[in-house]
């Protein structure tokens, strides 16, 4: 069973910067896509960014796109969601997520297309 594990959230000031890791338990990562999701207090999860196999190819939601960045080391086993520019509104509890039979990225920013989750880290935005 793949396995992924969240870490690097916590409590920033608005403008503040936070790096998210997801460390899976896979020596393939290459074969999934991995996505990034949010859950903030009292909504649905929602869809944060994706990124292909190999990474080249990146899909974000508008609500990040241009602050959020997402990036792999598949030789790491990991991946990382940079966040610039936080917002109290980025307030949530942030999933990656890994996908091994993807659509097209512009598909997968639905929690529906990915197989495996983490269990999530916190990340609040307050000053």
């Known amino acids: 069973q793949l396995q992924l594990v969240e870490s690097g959230g916590g409590l920033v000031q608005p403008g503040g910067s936070l790096r998210l890791s997801c460390a899976v338990s896979?020596?393939?990562?290459?074969?999934?896509?991995i996505g990034w999701f949010r859950q903030p207090p009292g909504k649905e999860r929602e869809g944060v960014s994706c990124i292909s196999t190999n990474g080249g190819n990146t899909n974000y939601a508008d609500s990040v796109k241009g602050r959020f960045t997402i990036s792999r080391d598949n030789a790491k086993n990991l991946v990382y969601l940079q966040m610039n520019s936080l917002k109290p509104e980025d307030t949530a509890v942030y999933y990656c997520?890994?996908?091994?039979?993807?659509?097209?990225?512009?598909?997968?920013?639905?929690?529906?297309?990915?197989?495996?989750w983490g269990q999530g880290t916190q990340v609040t935005v307050s000053s």
């Open positions: 997520a890994a996908a091994g039979f993807p659509g097209p990225i512009r598909d997968m920013l639905a929690a529906d297309a990915y197989d495996y």
């Open positions: 896979e020596f393939t990562l290459e074969y999934y896509y």
